[in-house]
């Protein structure tokens, strides 16, 4: 048995170390580590609750969005209000805007390039991929930063700026937009849908949806290797085929959804739990467990409202600043794959139940999402009434407790707020990443990425696994918000 | 220009923000400006290939002299707790703190970047209490007393260039870069807090397109209303050094174009404001924070006049979240608006 210490881990947004034990060319056993401590919930205590907006976007600029919206769920539960319809929806626009840009940059910046690297350069693919996704030098990067920062000019006209707006409010957004940008908007979200059609999809966004078995998409697949310029999203299968990526990074299959992109009442992307079937969520089963994590002052797992951080950097047996969350004491996986089995996308669901959750099935799920919350916006920014009003008024009580729920691009985030004397008693977020590359619990449970990268097979002579790289990447980890 | 510059680009106390912006950089695109000015890049967290032992590798030659460090760029603040150990941040892969990679760095580098607030002062990092003990390159908040301390020079003989906002807008990080690699970034380039002057001699509220209701006074009080956000909504643009509204963000944004106050970011403890950050603090009814550069008996003077003078337009329009009436007519819509 060989320990081998992978780190830093780039191309994921924070820090991240990964410890194998290696034998027989298998990864026997996996630690994974969060090696940044931040404080946020110690900086929150005592703040004024409205406060929050300004700190907890700035947990993460890549997630920022979905930590504004948290908070604002938070505070107007909290305050007993709610968003006002043109709020509800810009915010689902502005929210929709980072989701899909993450996944794109995902995609690109961060998960492709290890497939350029040159332990493949023997693959009949390589030359291609190579060219294509090279880390900063391959033709992609440099084709896919214009698009993307001109998707983002939503932000521009719908939040100020981005990342770290103070846009979203607890009763809606601070915009009010007219007919004219109403029409930027539309045109923005035209010419991107342009961009996905021509190189990522090589297809239109109705064809990509509407795939609704492993048969059908490989079907397809056929027919995009027949064309002179296939998208990169055949790219990305004709690989995953001949590597078996379909064979890598399987977790507890338990998937969860805190539901996405909410709008009276309901959501785009249902909430609930996959566990063989759709069952309910329930919010008061979560809890966070801080047996292996450097944290101090917490006997047992508690529910977040409950939930205390108080770091102790010389715990033993500790090895993260990361707490362990579970959902009725059960590891579950979040991101895009698990709102796609929630949501009960045919494909999706069709794929996971022949090969499970795994690292094909993980990016299929998440550039299926940019295809549909593209189209989903298109229809959103038709329905903003521009004369209605943007934003409801409320009021913090003095004493009061809240919780708000998003889902980022990565998967499940939660804020809780405890109010008392008008001042922030007790503020506990529970990231997506926090659930994915959890440590184990009390129990010695280990997290979703230790589970996954379980049997993760290591190449002779491979000082740098680079099944490990796919299986980490594949779930978009988002260190900053895994301990913030 | 024929040679190229090395930047290391490197991340500790912070959120990754001032990245993401600087990927939204345009007309050119990130990569083609670094190709223009000729810069290489050794490693950037969310865009090379290398990691772990590569990683490592290039780290330790830089240090033994055998690869040239042109740029050192940090982002987020340089953990020191907890005790001075350095501990809440550990280098992955290593045994080393952050707190120490970034001081054998930094003097070893030709120039020395802080990108973001957090780099420069602390930052958000740095709030509340500082759980972490968190400070910038060369400052904390205002005072020279970060880890690489008040007489720090870098190979170059410049202080700690210090591109401050939360985050930076991807320009003030090009330009400053583009500025370096071409050797035309001396001293007198830099405002007393170490910011690049190009962006930080004007002023936020300058091209705030609320500037009439500025004028007269008409203020908005709740969010999404149009009026002038400084009196009740804690807006620091007439302090906050940037050119914010000069150079806009995302295509046309700006957070008061955007609807929300300026909270200073690029100004050192914006994060620890005394007051709720949308509330403005005042005395006796006067803001407490005045315009920069206003004598305080002019601004009440003129504050005072310009609310009587308050035409009824900008009055309704301050407190509607659309255009009510629009200029030259009356408040009964529709009418002309005659004289007064």
Redesign the interface.
Known sequence: MSRKIVGPFNRVEGDLEVQLDIKDNRVQDAWVVSPLYRGFEQILHGKDPNDALVYTPRICGICSVSQSVATARALADAQGISMSPNGSIATNLILGNENVADHLTHFYLFFMPDFARNVYSGKSWFDLIQRRFKAVSGSATKEILPPRAEFLHLMGLLAGKWPHSLAIQPGGTTRSIAIQEKIRIQSILQNFRRFLEQTLFADNLEAIIDLKSQQELDNWLDTQNQKTNPGDFAHFLNLAHDLNLCELGRASDIFMSYGAYEKDDSHLFLRGVWDKQLVEFNPDTISEDISHSWMDHQNQAAHPYKGVTIPLADKSNAYTWCKAPRLDNQVVEVGALARQMVNGHPLIRDLVQQSGGNVRNRVIARLMEIAQVTIAMQNWIGEIKIKEPYCEHGKMPDEAQGFGLVEAARGSLGHWIRVKKGRILNYQIVAPTTWNFSPRDINGVRGALEQALLNAPVMEGEKNPVAVQHIVRSFDPCMVCTVH | MSEQKNLLWL???????????L????GP????MFEGAGIN?L?????????????HQLCDDILSGKLSLDILCLEGSV?RG?NG?G????????DKTMLQLIQELANQALHVVAIGSCAAYGG??S???N??D?CGLQYEGKLKRGVLGDNFQSQSKLPVINIAG??THPNWVTETLIQLAFNELSTQHLDELGRPRSYADHLVHHACPRNEYYEFKASAV???E?GCMMEHMGCLGTQAHADCNTR??????????????C?NCTSPDFERPSH???ETPKIAGIPMGLPTDMPKAWFVALASLSKAATPPRLRTNSRS???CIPPGKSAIEGKQGGKK
Request: hydrophobic share 30%; net charge negative.
């Open positions: 991340q500790s106390g912070g959120c990754g923000g001032c990245s993401m912006s990927l939204c950089a345009e695109d990130l990569l083609s890049l490693w950037h967290p969310s865009l090379s290939e290398s990691c772990d032992d590569d990683f953990i907890p150990s501990a809440f941040h550990r280098l992955s892969g290593s958000i990092t709030a509340g209490d759980p972490t968190s939360c985050p709740n969010p999404s149009l806009l963000w995302n295509g046309e944004g700006s957070c008061l174009r955007g609807g929300y106050a909270i709720p950050f949308m979240d659309h255009i």
